[in-house]
């Protein structure tokens, strides 16, 4: 019983492209006009082997219909995962605080896609943990700087949404303080 089990686990390797060439060769021979199957030159051949060649038919069949049914249920999976990510990360895009809002500010006002960013910063941490930015590359700069790039989609999402960067005048006063403390780091 494992062996035949095995054998069958073996075969289920086969792409599901021989399956269906399988599945329409024992289609073509079991239902075919006999007339067809006959100017083949597989009547006698069809006739001899008509249950072998029924079974490959159904094996062939389920196997393929199977494959299909597990190729669009992961699709279907992967695309709805993908949306739930992706409205999250949209969700997460209306809730930022004044310094998120300054660092993505500065791809906007300076019509960039990349800057330098400390790679030791939580906030930095938190919106590249959130795919709104992306670390461009592994090789730092003055330090603890690494390049960021601004996601497409982020870009995208908050070109069409201008005010989600909007600030007000507590959190202007706020990210004042912030640039002028960064201009005295070292």
Same mark, same amino acid.
């Given at each position: +019983? !494992?062996?035949?089990?095995?054998k ?7 792409t599901? =492209? ?14 075919s006009?006999? *007339? ?6 597989? $009547?006698?051949?069809?006739k001899?082997?008509?249950q072998?060649?029924? +079974?490959?038919?159904?094996?062939? %069949? ?6 299909i049914?597990?190729?669009? &249920?992961?699709?279907?999976?992967? *695309?709805?995962? &993908?949306? =739930?990510? +992706?409205?999250?990360?949209? !969700?997460?895009?209306?809730? $930022?605080?004044?310094i @998120? =809002? =300054? ?8 019509g ?7 790679i ?5 941490? !938190?919106? @590249? ?10 090789? *730092?700069? %003055?330090?603890?700087?690494?390049p &960021? ?6 870009? !995208? ?6 005010n989600? $960067?909007?600030?007000?005048d507590? @959190? ?6 912030e $640039?002028?403390?960064?201009?005295? @780091?070292?």
């Amino acid at each position: +019983m !494992e062996a035949i089990i095995t054998k069958i686990l073996g075969v289920a390797k086969y792409t599901n =492209k021989f399956f269906i060439i399988v599945a329409v060769g024992s289609a073509i021979l079991l239902f075919s006009s006999k *007339s067809f199957v006959d100017n083949l030159g597989l $009547l006698q051949f069809t006739k001899d082997n008509k249950q072998f060649i029924g +079974m490959a038919f159904l094996v062939s %069949a389920v196997v393929s219909v199977a494959n299909i049914i597990s190729f669009v &249920y992961q699709k279907v999976t992967k *695309s709805i995962s &993908y949306n =739930k990510r +992706m409205k999250k990360r949209k !969700e997460r895009l209306h809730q $930022l605080n004044p310094i @998120e =809002k =300054k660092i993505l500010l500065y791809y906007f006002v300076n019509g960039t896609n990349t800057q330098l960013l400390a790679i030791n910063d939580g906030t930095v941490r !938190e919106l @590249e943990g959130n795919r709104i930015i992306q670390r461009a590359s592994d090789i *730092s700069r %003055a330090g603890v700087k690494f390049p &960021y790039n601004l996601n497409p989609w982020a870009r !995208e999402y908050i070109t069409n949404n201008p005010n989600l $960067l909007k600030v007000d005048d507590a @959190e202007a006063a706020l990210i004042q303080r912030e $640039l002028d403390r960064e201009r005295w @780091e070292w």
